[in-house]
């Protein structure tokens, strides 16, 4: 189960994460939460990778890992997520507008989001949230919409449907040019100020400072625009707008205190003077004005506003360097992660390449030793063949034998091992004078807990002489799922040892893990293991219950 789910894992880091820093970043942050049980640190540390909206279902993959004790209190901590769609419906018109601001648009490359909620307000009280994501908005999708133009479509009707999804992150990017980042809504600090609940509030959130727009006004059945403009000081000269009566035409288009009016019916506003200006604002019914949102919204301001604007600024360069510290740290996380992985992979090499320079002066040590062998011989008895040396003995690797044992109506092999069969085995290891297997081995220093559980294991040191005469079958692809001794052969080196008997599992030879090996790669081993330099073999074996292995095989 837990193998699984650790499967389960990896696949879903690979899938979703491409750089390997981060992927080594997100292991050892699993990996020291293991070592403190830490959760809210856990948590922040996850939040440094898992920084998009598409790496979210890493947080549901996780859960699984984390001790049920805490999985409560991970979910409150984590982002709330939900594949569901939401509609509401707002009413234009309401005095206090829709109430809600939002961010994103096609030209930022990313969808669009609620990034603030008039506390109270119409959205607010329907149930909208900030970090959800706008899918619909009057059946329509806007999925490749530009903010300009999500804007123009609730303006299109009274009642405004929206159909919304809950991400909890929040898309920040100060122009077209800059790369996306995204915030989860926790750490989310708007740039919108007190932000305002009508349609002008979306319009001017759309993550730009000074942004041009242009609206459109018919005069025709009206009193007149509703709203008062004046021009600027000599510092910043133009003609801004310097009143909006609540309620009016100007109200409705999004027009706001402090738009710097730049042109008005094709007539260019830049050097036109206040006299100019009110007459040609005057001179048509239908008016298309294009405007410089908040130029000069300074000039406007009370004192308590300047004051609260410097607050909320000073709060977004506090925010801003937060998120640099955030940044620099995160990357020096990532360049440990990066030279830690150059580290092992530069020991890793180090090291092959060390096994394989001692094994070439270990063939070359057995050749000179068989050239001098030889020599010796030709100078004693003349130019004949001599006889094969001890350290070049093959080893005989068998197949599984085929059983001669007569088969029940049930398809179970019978095969005991007989009493005076095992009184000969011991009397033959009393004879030879030495230990079957060693009694200081630990084996919990080759394998973990897991692997070895329920199990005697034990390490077998066996003298090469002839051939070892020892079958295997089985592995970890097998029926089976292991390694086991399926014969031994009389009067080869394992028969003579008496160490290993037919069902014992081979856990390892010569100090490498077979846990997890094929039938052919065991195999070979063993037979490597036989025949390159040195006197004995060492395997380390699980020895096989009271019954006989071949009890436990059902043949069809």
């Keep these: 189960m837990e193998r699984r789910v650790a499967r389960e ?17 997100l292991y050892d942050v699993l990996r020291m939460y293991h070592q403190s049980m830490n959760l809210p640190v856990l948590v922040g540390d996850l939040k440094l990778v898992i920084n998009e909206p598409s790496r979210l279902p890493l947080f549901d993959a996780i859960r699984p890992l984390i001790p049920l004790k805490h999985q409560v209190e991970y979910d409150q901590l984590t982002p709330k997520r939900s594949r569901k769609l939401k509609e509401v419906r707002l009413d234009r018109s309401h005095p206090e507008g829709l109430g809600i601001s939002v961010r994103g648009g096609v030209e930022f490359r990313c969808g669009l989001f609620i990034s603030q909620l008039v506390k109270g307000g119409q959205a607010d009280n329907v149930g909208l949230q900030v970090g959800d994501e706008i899918v619909r908005i009057n059946g329509y999708s806007i999925s490749s919409c530009t903010h300009e ?11 405004v449907s929206i159909k919304v999804r809950h991400i909890g992150m929040i898309p920040v990017k100060s122009s077209a040019d800059e ?41 025709i059945g009206t009193k007149g625009m509703g709203c008062s403009i004046s021009s600027g000081p000599t510092q ?3 003609i801004f707008i310097s009143n909006v009566k609540p309620g009016s035409l100007s109200a409705e288009v999004g027009l706001e205190v402090g738009d710097q009016i730049v042109e008005v019916n094709g007539v260019d506003f830049s050097n036109v003077d ?7 604002l005057k001179s048509s019914r239908a008016l298309t004005i294009s405007v410089v949102a908040g130029a000069g919204k300074e000039l406007f301001m009370t004192e308590e ?16 360097m937060h998120q640099k510290r955030l940044a620099l740290e995160t990357n020096k996380i990532i360049k440990e992660q ?8 530069l020991e890793i090499s180090q090291k092959a390449a060390e096994e394989e320079e001692r094994y070439r002066r270990e063939i070359e040590q057995i050749t000179a030793e068989e050239e001098k062998f030889k020599k010796e011989w030709e100078e004693d008895w003349g130019p004949k063949e001599p006889p094969k040396s001890l350290k070049t003995v093959t080893a005989e690797v068998h197949s599984a034998p085929r059983s001669k044992h007569k088969i029940d109506l049930k398809g179970v092999t019978h ?20 230990q079957k297997y060693l009694e200081d081995f630990d084996p919990y220093s080759m394998f973990t807990p897991e692997q070895i559980m329920g199990k005697d294991v034990r390490l077998l040191r066996i003298k090469k002489e002839g051939s070892l005469d020892l079958a295997v079958e089985g592995g970890i692809d097998s029926p089976i799922g292991k390694i086991v001794v399926s014969a031994i052969y009389e009067g080869g080196a394992a028969d003579k040892h008496g160490g290993i008997v037919k069902g014992d599992e081979i856990l390892a030879i010569n100090g490498k893990i077979l846990i997890d090996s094929r039938l052919a790669e065991a195999q070979a081993t063993l037979a490597k293991a036989w025949n390159m330099g040195g006197d004995w073999i060492d395997l380390v074996i699980a020895v096989s219950p009271p019954k006989e292995y071949d009890d436990e095989m059902t043949f069809f």
């Excluded at 759309?206 to 018919?218: A, H, L, P, Q, T």
């Excluded at 206040?274 to 040609?280: C, I, P, S, T």
């Design 9 to 25: 894992f990896r696949h879903k880091v690979n899938l979703l994460i491409d750089n390997e820093a981060e992927k080594d970043y």
């Design 149 to 159: 133009e999500v804007i123009n479509l609730i303006r299109t009707k009274k009642i």
């Design 179 to 219: 790369p996306l980042k995204w915030q989860y809504v926790d750490q989310f600090v708007s740039d919108s100020g007190e932000g305002k609940g009508s349609v002008a509030g979306l319009a001017s959130s759309g993550g730009r400072d000074n942004k041009e727009k242009k609206v459109f006004i018919s005069l």
């Design 236 to 238: 910043k000269p133009g």
């Design 274 to 280: 206040h006299k100019e200006a009110v007459r040609v």
């Design 305 to 320: 506003e300047r004051q609260r604007e410097a607050r909320l600024r000073e709060q977004e360069r506090q925010e801003l």
């Design 338 to 345: 990066q030279e830690k992985e150059r580290l092992r992979k």
């Design 415 to 434: 095969d005991r091992l007989e009493t005076d069969d095992m009184d000969e085995v011991i009397m033959k290891q009393d004879k030879q004078g030495f």
